[in-house]
């Protein structure tokens, strides 16, 4: 006879141990299916599967339980999830545990999950009546940090955390700001799309800082799929180099470590983590000799809890201080035009899509890249207004004059830097590239305790604006001027004194 416990199982209750040793007497087994096992550092999932499956086994013994533990992939919500859960179980036992209504009994207190078990003819018991603290409810209360957990807990949960410290891990995961449930900026986000512009970006990125890069320990902060990592490992100079990359993304995170066991690594001494740099300090004082951002800190700026200017100040105070003496910062970014509340007019063209009356709701369409991918550039220009607006929340004010928009020359390449952007429109238009100008910058590596180097400099990605923007688009003064097209990135070589 089995007992099927389906769930997430980061914390095991006291009141979970006198449940089983009644549901599950002797010749039972209790088959643990742990959810979403292939997810960990997320707010849902901040606990991995083999903490979990630890924590479990001790409790196992402790209880007197003969248990199976079987992680189950985390799969989008769906009605067939009871029927999915039985057939990993299946996979997970080479076949070696069939679960049947007829051999299993069923214990859940979650009723969505419950009914889909009893659709297929299993008997459902409850777990937690009203009134008992449910697991998350303890994890909740650890992130709070409040101890009552550990008396509600099981000691075999508060034996691994206080081993593992996972304790501290919850609290940085639930609470995190940033980063949202399933361990993304954000829901909208095709990371495919996004992990795919980092790898054919890599060499050209590579190359333009790879003169500055100092030896010893090499960090990159929003490493994505670890693609300039893979150029640093194939320079000789960095051969014997510690080699970091902290990504927040769980989707490129998880490349990464596939990139590492499949061997795409030649130095040993490569490692990744999943965190949030805008969290505690994850490095020691003084101990990073090369940190690389790149297309990394507009995202602190525009995904930042409360005021933005702070905290970019402090994730740049952060870096200055785990740059070793003599270290170095190297971010290469997109930044915003020496005078950003210049007045423009923006000329677009309206022959090259459709052009609907208003804006539509992206977030109702069943293919929102699809309506983007159809729009004219002027068009696109009402759509990016009202999703910008929501999305990034900024003002991005403009009136018409006639048929052309005015407004501020930031905002104005805002949009035209991002027009093109279609497959991730919702998730893009969070982002403000232009919210500070080169010299904002420079401003802030000098105030955490940098010195620039000469090489920083802004610069103008002008294959953009000659394929992308100048076609259909036009910049002129209030007046009637023609208006030249600004810088659109910056490279900011960021010394630490010795």
């Given at each position: 006879m089995h007992l099927l416990f389906p769930g997430r199982h980061h914390v095991l209750t006291a009141y979970q141990a006198d449940f089983l040793r009644e549901a599950a007497p002797a010749g039972t087994t209790v088959v643990w299916a742990v959810t979403s096992a292939n997810h960990h550092t997320t707010k849902r999932n901040p606990i991995p599967f083999d903490r979990r499956e630890a924590a479990i086994e001790r409790f196992s013994v402790a209880t007197g339980l003969r248990s199976l533990v079987i992680g189950v992939t985390?799969?989008?919500?769906?009605?067939?999830?009871?029927?999915?859960?039985?057939?990993?179980?299946?996979?997970?036992?080479?076949?070696?545990?069939?679960?049947?209504?007829?051999?299993?009994?069923?214990?859940?207190?979650?009723?969505?999950?419950?009914?889909?078990?009893?659709?297929?003819?299993?008997?459902?018991?409850?777990?937690?009546?009203?009134?008992?603290?449910?697991?998350?409810?303890?994890?909740?209360?650890?992130?709070?940090?409040?101890?009552?957990?550990?008396?509600?807990?099981?000691?075999?949960?508060?034996?691994?955390?206080?081993?593992?410290?996972?304790?501290?891990?919850?609290?940085?995961?639930?609470?995190?700001?940033?980063?949202?449930?399933?361990g993304g900026l954000t829901t909208t986000r095709d990371y495919k799309t996004y992990a795919d512009a980092f790898e054919t970006a890599a060499d050209r990125k590579w190359s333009q800082i790879k003169d500055f890069v100092h030896p010893g320990r090499i960090l990159d902060i929003g490493c994505a799929t670890g693609a300039t990592l893979q150029r640093v490992d194939g320079d000789p100079?960095?051969?014997?180099?510690?080699?970091?990359?902290?990504?927040?993304?769980?989707?490129?995170?998880?490349e990464c470590v596939h990139k590492k066991e499949q061997g795409f690594f030649q130095n040993p001494n490569v490692y990744f983590y999943q965190r949030n740099m805008l969290g505690a300090a994850v490095f020691p004082p003084r101990s990073i000799d090369t940190t690389l951002t790149l297309a990394l800190t507009h995202e602190i700026w525009s995904y930042a809890d409360g005021s933005r200017a702070s905290t970019v100040q402090r994730f740049v105070d952060g870096l200055f201080a785990h740059t070793a003496p003599g270290g170095v910062w190297i971010n290469?970014?997109?930044?915003?035009?020496?005078?950003?509340?210049?007045?423009?007019?923006?000329?677009?063209?309206?022959?090259?899509?459709?052009?609907?009356?208003?804006?539509?709701?992206?977030?109702?369409?069943?293919?929102?890249?699809?309506?983007?991918?159809?729009?004219?550039?002027?068009?696109?220009?009402?759509?990016?207004?009202?999703?910008?607006?929501?999305?990034?929340?900024?003002?991005f004010a403009y009136t018409l004059r006639g048929e052309h928009p005015v407004l501020r020359l930031a905002d104005a390449m805002d949009f035209l830097t991002r027009?093109?952007?279609?497959?991730?429109?919702?998730?893009?238009?969070?982002?403000?590239?232009c919210g500070l100008t080169f010299a904002d910058w420079t401003a802030i590596a000098r105030s955490a305790g940098f010195t620039l180097d000469p090489s920083s400099k802004p610069w103008r990605n002008d294959w953009v604006i000659e394929n992308r923007i100048a076609p259909v688009a036009a910049l002129t003064t209030v007046d009637g001027e023609a208006v030249d097209w600004p810088d659109t990135h910056q490279l900011l070589i960021a010394r630490r004194p010795r």
């Open positions: 985390d799969t989008p919500p769906t009605d067939d999830f009871a029927e999915v859960t039985v057939k990993a179980i299946e996979a997970g036992t080479d076949d070696a545990v069939r679960l049947s209504p007829e051999n299993t009994v069923v214990a859940c207190s979650t009723p969505e999950v419950a009914k889909l078990y009893e659709r297929l003819g299993y008997k459902v018991i409850g777990v937690e009546p009203e009134g008992v603290q449910r697991p998350w409810d303890v994890l909740l209360m650890i992130a709070a940090g409040n101890d009552e957990w550990r008396s509600l807990a099981h000691p075999a949960t508060v034996d691994v955390f206080d081993r593992y410290r996972l304790d501290a891990q919850v609290r940085r995961c639930v609470n995190d700001p940033v980063v949202g449930d399933d100079r960095f051969h014997e180099s510690d080699l970091i990359g902290v990504e927040v993304a769980r989707h490129l995170y998880a290469s970014d997109v930044c915003g035009p020496a005078e950003p509340d210049r007045s423009v007019v923006l000329a677009l063209d309206d022959s090259d899509g459709v052009n609907p009356s208003a804006p539509v709701d992206l977030e109702s369409l069943n293919d929102p890249a699809a309506h983007v991918k159809a729009l004219s550039t002027r068009a696109h220009f009402f759509q990016f207004a009202q999703d910008f607006r929501r999305n990034a929340r900024v003002p027009k093109d952007y279609a497959d991730n429109w919702l998730s893009e238009t969070h982002e403000q590239f």
